[in-house]
């Protein structure tokens, strides 16, 4: 996720493509109108970091609750292993425009990990 951001600058820079007038500098206004554009390629980058923001921030939160729980070494490893395996693959699938359900599948693995530790949260609370 932290990769994203210097990712969003290099596709910006490399396809000329800014939000901001401040960011062309001091162009003529035939250049900042050229620059002050949206890009495919920038659009897909950014995308990708909110889907990031989207979902590593709610694992974040349900894995330190996870991790509050006490579980086995084994089963947490495995949790966040996989959830990070599967959120990797997810930013290379979307980056590289990897067919789907490539990046489908991979963000459902992520879902479905996020899914399992807020079970083991919640059981654990309400059993006690």
């Known amino acids: 996720m932290m990769l994203m951001g210097p990712l969003t600058g290099y ?10 007038e401040e960011d062309v500098g001091k162009k003529s206004a035939e250049e ?7 890009h495919p390629d920038v659009e897909r980058v950014r995308r990708c970091h ?5 979902n590593i921030i709610p694992f974040v939160v349900v894995g330190l609750l996870y991790a509050l729980t006490a579980p ?9 292993r996989i959830f990070a395996g599967a959120r990797i693959f997810h930013t290379v699938a979307y980056v590289c425009a990897l067919p789907q359900p490539s990046r489908g599948l991979s963000w459902m693995l992520g879902m479905l990990v996020t899914f399992s530790m807020a079970y083991r949260v919640l059981s654990t609370v309400l059993l006690l």
């Open 11 to 20: 596709f910006r820079f490399s396809r000329g493509a800014f939000s901001n």
């Open 32 to 38: 900042k109108k050229k620059m002050l554009r949206t």
């Open 50 to 54: 909110l889907n990031d923001l989207e």
């Open 72 to 80: 086995e070494l084994s089963a947490a490893l495995l949790h966040f």
